[in-house]
């Protein structure tokens, strides 16, 4: 059961197959037993998920039901819910009770969604291995010695790990698609400004966008159903009206050109990873796509670009824990400065504290035109790159990451070494443009997501490619040992 | 040494809006602590802003008023630093694009001459939050009603030459954010705040000495006192042979002094930076003009206006048209007498100096525009003399009724009777016969001196009743014999 | 690029951190890494090139001017550290 497509179980729940509050004991049993493994949950929230199930059970026997209703997800941990613990994966924010919700999990509310709980994910969304977790580094599912990609990693675990039927993560330079690679799900950041960003706690505003995190392109439309659209309470979200990215999944590939970026098969990419992205691309000339050379000439410019605007915007957005109006404050601060000062240093982790650093200098006196002004006009460039080559070509592909998932502890002590693994990702934040990752098969037992980059808006277009190629490939099917342990 | 004093002002204009700059939360003055907020003012984590439509209205009607060029794109940037009323740990405010660039006023002082005073930019931000000192176990209470709302902030050139001016360009400013309907003007709930600009240089000298700022000044007569007071320690410490340190300074009334902030010492590097979580505001050309067709006619506009259909003189059209419901009083008042000069005179004689015995504003006056008006019809056709007018305005203040009431309840009706007035003044002759014979025997230039003591009698007589403008004609008559 | 302890206080100060000697000396090694990393940007030609902020290069959109939110102060302060008669608290702020 656990294994199942929302379609599928949608359809159970109208059927009275299965009700919801029988699906959700299903899935809160299995994070019992498999998640003090995994560590992909920070919290989970039994009560409410039964309280809800048994609401969407009323729903579904009123025949009011979305294809949502009953289903249960996990939410990434930095979207604010309303009476539930929300710690962004900080100790600055352990008992932190939003009293509002976000848009995002709102809508997931109003489509009649089961909330399982909060997933474990790097602090503040800083980091791609899930290890800067105040919380606790998350396991991959597919070896528990690896890491399971970040910062959405517990959303990535607990999907593969079949501990919720799918699950929300946000994206700032490859947060969903990475993670996504690495656990062998599927995963879709989109357009930036087509999800809102109200009530999502915010890491670099300008790049920062929710998603969807499923098993298949066909369940992360569903997501996208729910979840995309126009927010009247988030300035940058735009009023382009969101699409239905049901009806255009089976229209066929024929006359598709799909650019492959040089930039992106060069040096540093794992040589097994090459070979498992061309098998894909491969498979999409079988399905009439015509494959084109491209160029993003900028791209190696992503990773200066990205660690300059990224850190400026936190060091600015991560200025409201002051343990002043909530969060963590130090004992017996003896003046304003010291409470500031201490209570920060406490409640912020390493890389949290270095990104801050980080920005602050970028932005202070003396230095501003020369790093962040410099950066946005890099920025640029690389925008009009991806602009130019989607004009020759309906879609980009590459890898997700220049490898699979690396062992826990193996990069910690060199982060920017990490953060050159970025490279693929990056870039896509930086143009604002959709982009997924797809399970394109397995390098020694550890799966590789396919990249598929977008026009803007097009995520109808991503999810239709990608679920056409799930048609007629069953990588996304697999499902790692540590989920088949369980009863399923 | 001749010092010349070189200010430059930054005036913090709270505009009148319903809701926040960036939330729906409602703006007002004096509710419980922390009872207008919403997760964007308080700085919640997810909290997003999304501006208000009407303090962008306002800004630009500011920047017509002033003669400026309207920023057609302005952006908003982030002002970051720690303070315990700023939640966000930065003020969202207008750096490089301000919504309103440069422009100027024209300024009149009381010596009636006019300079025109610079003004850089106008930019919208919002406001921080509120720190209370009471003691509350020893620790500092913040209130954060009013983060977020909105501000403008009209920054001056460094044109200003002394405190009169200072106080003549902040009132005009006053007088036209409220002629305007964007501010409500109110000083003292700091709805205006001013921060004061200052350097003295050796008259002569064409670069600026070093500056002090001396910070949220909220009142005229304050912005006057504090210069006066910043100057002088300024040039004790010159003349001394000290160096200025450029600082933030603190008025304080009681002492009449100003005293650096420590707190603010540390230098701050504010790290400004284009807001991400709001776009650029982009205008039309329609929707700037349209702006301009509909604004309502400023201060100057009005005080040419009164020159010239009242025939008032250029000082009197000013003061009247200082203050919008000054000028409103004045002209509803003058369209029942329908005498310009009669109630130019009155409102800014009489009726101001009961305004300013009780400290009042016009728009609090016990006598309304039209009773007032009434008052002066009685005035106008000899009904009561000034004398009498100034006695009947002091019970119609009182409340004691309309001047008509008044003036027929107290029988002060003026008698224009010839033939009553002639009796009155025979009476008079009749029991002052020495006098009658010193006047006639004087020359003319002395008759002119001693008329006044018959003309004091009759009126004495008279309870004050006679009316003078014939009193005079009759009596020279009957006094030449 | 390479960044002094004296000037990863003074970062650390700008951004309220405390930090330990220690915690300087490793955060000078890491920040001048990043630094360096950043470094590449300045190879770049980008003379003439507009900086940009946002992806989309939207506009601003306007909210009507109305109250659209209600008092909601006891919840809000339920999650701060210190408070009284509805109020945050903080150590005494000196002016």
Redesign the interface.
């Given at each position: 059961m656990f294994e199942q497509s929302i379609s599928t179980l949608a359809q159970k729940l109208r059927d009275k197959e299965v009700s919801s509050v029988e699906l959700t004991r299903l899935f809160l049993d299995r994070i019992k037993t498999i998640d003090p493994q995994l560590n992909s949950f920070i919290t989970v929230s039994d009560e409410l998920a039964l309280q809800q199930a048994k609401a969407a059970d009323t729903l579904l026997a009123n025949g009011n039901a979305t294809s949502l209703t009953g289903i249960p997800i996990a939410h990434k941990d930095?979207?604010?819910t309303q009476g539930t613990l929300?710690t962004?994966g900080s100790n600055i924010?352990n008992n932190?009770i939003?009293?509002?919700e976000?848009t995002v999990t709102s809508r997931f509310q109003q489509a009649g969604a089961v909330m399982l709980g909060k997933t474990n994910m790097d602090e503040f969304a800083m980091g791609s291995s899930n290890e800067n977790s105040f919380y606790g580094a998350v396991k991959n599912p597919w070896d528990l010695n690896k890491v399971p990609g970040g910062s959405s990693g517990g959303s990535a675990a607990a999907v593969s790990a079949g501990l919720a039927v799918a699950a929300t993560g946000t994206d700032t330079g490859g947060s969903i698609r990475q993670p996504a690679s690495f656990c062998g799900i599927t995963g879709l950041k989109p357009t930036y400004g087509r999800v809102s960003?109200?009530?999502?706690?915010?890491y670099?505003?300008?790049l920062d966008q929710g998603g969807p995190m499923a098993k298949s392109a066909e369940d992360c439309a569903h997501l996208m159903q729910a979840m995309g659209g126009f927010d009247?309470?988030?300035?940058?979200s735009s009023e382009t009206p969101n699409d239905d990215y049901l009806t255009n999944l089976n229209a066929p590939l024929t006359g598709l050109t799909i650019g492959l970026p040089k930039e992106y098969f060069g040096e540093g990419l794992d040589s097994k990873v090459a070979d498992t992205i061309n098998t894909a691309v491969k498979e999409f000339e079988k399905l009439g796509a015509t494959i084109k050379d491209v160029s993003l000439p900028n791209l190696q410019l992503s990773i200066p670009a990205y660690y300059v605007i990224a850190p400026?915007?936190a060091?600015?957005n991560?200025?409201?824990?002051?343990g002043?109006?909530?969060g963590h404050r130090c004992e017996n601060p003896k003046d304003?400065m010291d409470m500031?000062t201490r209570s920060r240093a406490e409640g912020f982790g390493r890389e949290v504290q270095k990104r801050i650093m980080v920005g602050?200098y970028a932005?202070?006196?003396g230095y501003?035109d020369a790093y962040?002004l410099k950066a946005q006009k890099i920025r640029r460039l690389i925008k009009e790159d991806f602009v130019n080559a989607l004009k020759e070509v309906d879609v980009i592909m590459g890898p997700v990451a220049p490898t699979t998932a690396f062992g826990l502890g193996s990069k910690t002590s060199d982060p920017v070494a990490m953060y050159l693994e970025d490279i693929y990702t990056l870039s896509v934040n930086l143009a604002g443009i959709p982009a997924m990752s797809v399970p394109a098969g397995f390098v020694d037992g550890m799966p590789v997501g396919l990249q598929i980059m977008g026009d803007y808006f097009a995520e109808a277009k991503l999810l239709n490619i990608a679920h056409q190629y799930q048609q007629h490939t069953d990588w996304h099917l697999q499902t790692p040992d540590l989920a088949k342990g369980a009863q399923a | 040494m001749n010092w010349e004093v070189v200010i430059g002002l930054e005036i913090h204009t709270q505009l009148s809006?319903?809701?926040k700059l960036f939330?729906?939360?409602?703006v007002g003055f004096g509710a419980?602590?922390?009872?207008?907020?919403?997760?964007v003012d308080?700085?919640?984590?997810?909290?997003?802003?999304?501006?208000?439509?009407?303090?962008?209205r306002m800004a630009v009607m500011f920047g017509h008023a002033i003669n400026a060029e309207i920023g057609m794109t302005s952006v908003f940037a982030?002002k970051?630093y720690?303070y315990?009323d700023l939640?966000?740990?930065?003020q969202t405010s207008q750096m490089d694009h301000p919504i309103v660039g440069k422009g100027y006023l024209d300024v009149t002082l009381e010596d009636g001459t006019t300079s025109r005073v610079g003004i850089t930019r106008a930019h919208l931000e919002e406001d921080a939050g509120k720190?209370?000192?009471e003691d509350?176990?020893?620790?500092?209470?913040?209130?954060?009603n009013r983060s977020s709302t909105p501000l403008l902030e009209i920054v001056s050139e460094p044109d200003i030459r002394s405190a009169k001016e200072a106080v003549a360009y902040v009132k005009m400013i006053h007088s036209i954010v409220t002629y305007l309907g964007i501010c409500d003007g109110n000083m003292a709930e700091g709805s205006m705040r001013c921060d004061i600009n200052l350097s003295l240089r050796p008259k002569g000298q064409q670069e600026y000495g070093t500056r002090t700022e001396i910070k949220n000044v909220n009142s005229f007569r304050f912005i006057e006192k504090a210069i006066y007071t910043e100057i002088e320690r300024q040039a004790d410490i010159l003349e001394d042979g000290g160096r200025i340190i450029q600082e933030t300074r603190?008025y304080d009334p009681e002492k009449n002094e100003t005293r650096s902030?420590?707190?603010k010492e540390d230098a701050n590097?504010y790290?400004?930076?284009?807001c991400?979580?709001?776009?650029?505001?982009?205008l039309t050309q329609e929707y700037v003009d349209d702006i301009k067709a509909t604004l309502p006619e400023l201060p100057s506009q009005k005080a040419a206006r009164f020159q010239s259909e009242y025939s008032l003189s250029e000082y009197d059209a000013h003061v009247l048209s200082s203050s919008r419901a000054m000028a409103e009083y004045f002209e509803n008042a003058q369209s029942v007498v329908k005498d310009a000069k009669l109630t130019a005179n009155w409102a800014m004689g009489e009726l101001s100096k009961l305004l300013n015995q009780e400290q009042i504003d016009i728009d609090q006056s016990p006598v309304n525009a039209i009773a007032f008006g009434e008052l002066l019809v009685r005035i106008k056709d000899n009904t009561i003399n000034g004398k009498t007018a100034k006695d009947v305005l002091q019970a119609m203040w009182q409340g004691e009724g309309s001047a008509d009431d008044i003036i027929e309840a107290k029988g002060l009706k003026q008698v224009t009777d010839t033939g009553a007035i002639e009796a009155m003044i025979q009476g008079i002759l009749d029991a002052n016969t020495a006098q009658v014979e010193q006047f006639r025997a004087a020359d003319e230039d002395k008759q002119k001196k001693m008329i006044g003591f018959f003309v004091g009698q009759v009126m004495k007589a008279s309870q004050g009743k006679a009316n003078p403008g014939m009193v005079n004609p009759i009596l020279a008559k009957m006094l030449k014999g | 690029m390479s960044i002094d302890k004296q000037d990863v206080q003074k970062i650390a100060h700008?951004a309220?951190l405390a930090l330990t000697e220690e915690d300087a000396d490793q955060y000078q090694h890491s920040l001048s890494s990043v630094l360096s990393l950043v470094e590449q940007m300045q190879s770049v030609n980008t003379d003439g090139v507009e900086p940009l902020?946002?992806p989309l290069e939207?506009?601003?959109?306007?909210?009507?001017?109305?109250?659209?939110?209600e008092?909601?102060?006891d919840a809000?302060?339920a999650n701060a550290p210190?408070t009284?008669?509805?109020?945050?608290?903080?150590?005494?702020?000196?002016?």
């Amino acid at each position: 059961m656990f294994e199942q497509s929302i379609s599928t179980l949608a359809q159970k729940l109208r059927d009275k197959e299965v009700s919801s509050v029988e699906l959700t004991r299903l899935f809160l049993d299995r994070i019992k037993t498999i998640d003090p493994q995994l560590n992909s949950f920070i919290t989970v929230s039994d009560e409410l998920a039964l309280q809800q199930a048994k609401a969407a059970d009323t729903l579904l026997a009123n025949g009011n039901a979305t294809s949502l209703t009953g289903i249960p997800i996990a939410h990434k941990d930095l979207f604010c819910t309303q009476g539930t613990l929300t710690t962004c994966g900080s100790n600055i924010l352990n008992n932190f009770i939003p009293p509002y919700e976000s848009t995002v999990t709102s809508r997931f509310q109003q489509a009649g969604a089961v909330m399982l709980g909060k997933t474990n994910m790097d602090e503040f969304a800083m980091g791609s291995s899930n290890e800067n977790s105040f919380y606790g580094a998350v396991k991959n599912p597919w070896d528990l010695n690896k890491v399971p990609g970040g910062s959405s990693g517990g959303s990535a675990a607990a999907v593969s790990a079949g501990l919720a039927v799918a699950a929300t993560g946000t994206d700032t330079g490859g947060s969903i698609r990475q993670p996504a690679s690495f656990c062998g799900i599927t995963g879709l950041k989109p357009t930036y400004g087509r999800v809102s960003r109200f009530g999502m706690i915010a890491y670099a505003s300008s790049l920062d966008q929710g998603g969807p995190m499923a098993k298949s392109a066909e369940d992360c439309a569903h997501l996208m159903q729910a979840m995309g659209g126009f927010d009247d309470k988030d300035s940058t979200s735009s009023e382009t009206p969101n699409d239905d990215y049901l009806t255009n999944l089976n229209a066929p590939l024929t006359g598709l050109t799909i650019g492959l970026p040089k930039e992106y098969f060069g040096e540093g990419l794992d040589s097994k990873v090459a070979d498992t992205i061309n098998t894909a691309v491969k498979e999409f000339e079988k399905l009439g796509a015509t494959i084109k050379d491209v160029s993003l000439p900028n791209l190696q410019l992503s990773i200066p670009a990205y660690y300059v605007i990224a850190p400026s915007e936190a060091s600015s957005n991560l200025s409201r824990f002051d343990g002043v109006r909530f969060g963590h404050r130090c004992e017996n601060p003896k003046d304003l400065m010291d409470m500031y000062t201490r209570s920060r240093a406490e409640g912020f982790g390493r890389e949290v504290q270095k990104r801050i650093m980080v920005g602050t200098y970028a932005l202070s006196e003396g230095y501003y035109d020369a790093y962040y002004l410099k950066a946005q006009k890099i920025r640029r460039l690389i925008k009009e790159d991806f602009v130019n080559a989607l004009k020759e070509v309906d879609v980009i592909m590459g890898p997700v990451a220049p490898t699979t998932a690396f062992g826990l502890g193996s990069k910690t002590s060199d982060p920017v070494a990490m953060y050159l693994e970025d490279i693929y990702t990056l870039s896509v934040n930086l143009a604002g443009i959709p982009a997924m990752s797809v399970p394109a098969g397995f390098v020694d037992g550890m799966p590789v997501g396919l990249q598929i980059m977008g026009d803007y808006f097009a995520e109808a277009k991503l999810l239709n490619i990608a679920h056409q190629y799930q048609q007629h490939t069953d990588w996304h099917l697999q499902t790692p040992d540590l989920a088949k342990g369980a009863q399923a | 040494m001749n010092w010349e004093v070189v200010i430059g002002l930054e005036i913090h204009t709270q505009l009148s809006t319903k809701s926040k700059l960036f939330s729906g939360a409602a703006v007002g003055f004096g509710a419980e602590p922390n009872t207008q907020t919403t997760l964007v003012d308080l700085g919640m984590p997810g909290a997003l802003p999304v501006f208000n439509k009407e303090a962008l209205r306002m800004a630009v009607m500011f920047g017509h008023a002033i003669n400026a060029e309207i920023g057609m794109t302005s952006v908003f940037a982030r002002k970051n630093y720690f303070y315990p009323d700023l939640p966000k740990g930065y003020q969202t405010s207008q750096m490089d694009h301000p919504i309103v660039g440069k422009g100027y006023l024209d300024v009149t002082l009381e010596d009636g001459t006019t300079s025109r005073v610079g003004i850089t930019r106008a930019h919208l931000e919002e406001d921080a939050g509120k720190s209370l000192h009471e003691d509350f176990h020893g620790m500092t209470g913040i209130d954060l009603n009013r983060s977020s709302t909105p501000l403008l902030e009209i920054v001056s050139e460094p044109d200003i030459r002394s405190a009169k001016e200072a106080v003549a360009y902040v009132k005009m400013i006053h007088s036209i954010v409220t002629y305007l309907g964007i501010c409500d003007g109110n000083m003292a709930e700091g709805s205006m705040r001013c921060d004061i600009n200052l350097s003295l240089r050796p008259k002569g000298q064409q670069e600026y000495g070093t500056r002090t700022e001396i910070k949220n000044v909220n009142s005229f007569r304050f912005i006057e006192k504090a210069i006066y007071t910043e100057i002088e320690r300024q040039a004790d410490i010159l003349e001394d042979g000290g160096r200025i340190i450029q600082e933030t300074r603190l008025y304080d009334p009681e002492k009449n002094e100003t005293r650096s902030m420590r707190s603010k010492e540390d230098a701050n590097d504010y790290r400004y930076f284009p807001c991400p979580d709001l776009l650029p505001i982009v205008l039309t050309q329609e929707y700037v003009d349209d702006i301009k067709a509909t604004l309502p006619e400023l201060p100057s506009q009005k005080a040419a206006r009164f020159q010239s259909e009242y025939s008032l003189s250029e000082y009197d059209a000013h003061v009247l048209s200082s203050s919008r419901a000054m000028a409103e009083y004045f002209e509803n008042a003058q369209s029942v007498v329908k005498d310009a000069k009669l109630t130019a005179n009155w409102a800014m004689g009489e009726l101001s100096k009961l305004l300013n015995q009780e400290q009042i504003d016009i728009d609090q006056s016990p006598v309304n525009a039209i009773a007032f008006g009434e008052l002066l019809v009685r005035i106008k056709d000899n009904t009561i003399n000034g004398k009498t007018a100034k006695d009947v305005l002091q019970a119609m203040w009182q409340g004691e009724g309309s001047a008509d009431d008044i003036i027929e309840a107290k029988g002060l009706k003026q008698v224009t009777d010839t033939g009553a007035i002639e009796a009155m003044i025979q009476g008079i002759l009749d029991a002052n016969t020495a006098q009658v014979e010193q006047f006639r025997a004087a020359d003319e230039d002395k008759q002119k001196k001693m008329i006044g003591f018959f003309v004091g009698q009759v009126m004495k007589a008279s309870q004050g009743k006679a009316n003078p403008g014939m009193v005079n004609p009759i009596l020279a008559k009957m006094l030449k014999g | 690029m390479s960044i002094d302890k004296q000037d990863v206080q003074k970062i650390a100060h700008l951004a309220r951190l405390a930090l330990t000697e220690e915690d300087a000396d490793q955060y000078q090694h890491s920040l001048s890494s990043v630094l360096s990393l950043v470094e590449q940007m300045q190879s770049v030609n980008t003379d003439g090139v507009e900086p940009l902020s946002n992806p989309l290069e939207m506009t601003q959109r306007l909210r009507e001017d109305k109250v659209t939110e209600e008092n909601r102060r006891d919840a809000f302060l339920a999650n701060a550290p210190k408070t009284d008669a509805g109020l945050f608290l903080v150590p005494q702020v000196i002016e």
